[in-house]
T-cell receptor, first 110, second 112 residues
Framework: RKEVEQDPGPFNVPEGATVAFNCTYSNSASQSFFWYRQDCRKEPKLLMSVYSSGNEDGRFTAQLNRASQYISLLIRDSKLSDSATYLCVVKRGSQGNLIFGKGTKLSVKP | DAGITQSPRHKVTETGTPVTLRCHQTENHRYMYWYRQDPGHGLRLIHYSYGVKDTDKGEVSDGYSVSRSKTEDFLLTLESATSSQTSVYFC???????????FGEGSRLTVL
């Protein structure tokens, strides 16, 4: 089983839609969780950290379920500019490196 | 944007030749990383550095070596390039051992 697994998509949604991405991780010792965004042929950039209590940043909401080893990202009112690949990232322990999922591709259509 | 540059941005080389990719930062960050990204595999860590002359292996380090003689430069060397090393290589930096990495624009390497 891969350490971080994501549905590769693509998710094709109309503007204004709400879309949710899921991610599972296998190492129960994982301590920190993140979502990165990567535009086509560009470098990844941090979108948001994921906290145990869940957190929101504008139209984006991240949730963590440690018991199920599951992370989610919800995007409300999708914009054309949200089209990108979203990478789920997990940090192994306090001194561990980051493990990247393969990414979920989102395409928002007019 | 973080001050991080990679060179060369594109390179085509032949099997068996040595290749060096350079990562240069102007942020004085302690940690530097080299990743490769391939379709179907996502980003995978090759090597990383936690200070000058302090480096360690990542999950796909075979066939690669690194050096960091100055805080601002982190070099990735393929001693004898193989076709399996055709990839996009990203350098990243971070100040603390957190989850926020700042990536360079990537170096696209093709080994024929």
């Amino acid at each position: 089983r891969k350490e971080v697994e994501q549905d590769p998509g693509p998710f094709n949604v109309p503007e204004g839609a709400t879309v949710a991405f899921n991610c599972t991780y296998s190492n129960s010792a994982s301590q920190s969780f993140f979502w990165y965004r990567q535009d086509c042929r560009k470098e990844p950039k941090l979108l948001m950290s994921v906290y145990s209590s869940g957190n929101e940043d504008g139209r984006f909401t991240a949730q963590l379920n440690r018991a199920s080893q599951y992370i989610s990202l919800l995007i409300r009112d999708s914009k054309l500019s949200d089209s990108a690949t979203y990478l789920c990232v997990v940090k192994r322990g306090s001194q561990g490196n980051l493990i990247f999922g393969k990414g979920t591709k989102l395409s928002v259509k007019p | 944007d973080a001050g991080i540059t990679q060179s060369p941005r594109h390179k085509v080389t032949e099997t068996g030749t040595p290749v060096t990719l350079r990562c240069h930062q102007t942020e004085n960050h302690r940690y530097m990383y080299w990743y490769r990204q391939d379709p179907g595999h996502g980003l995978r860590l090759i090597h990383y550095s936690y200070g000058v002359k302090d480096t360690d292996k990542g999950e796909v380090s075979d066939g690669y070596s690194v050096s960091r003689s100055k805080t601002e430069d982190f070099l990735l060397t393929l001693e004898s390039a193989t076709s399996s090393q055709t990839s996009v290589y990203f350098c990243a930096i971070s100040d603390f051992d957190t989850g926020e990495l700042f990536f360079g624009e990537g170096s696209r390497l093709t080994v024929l």
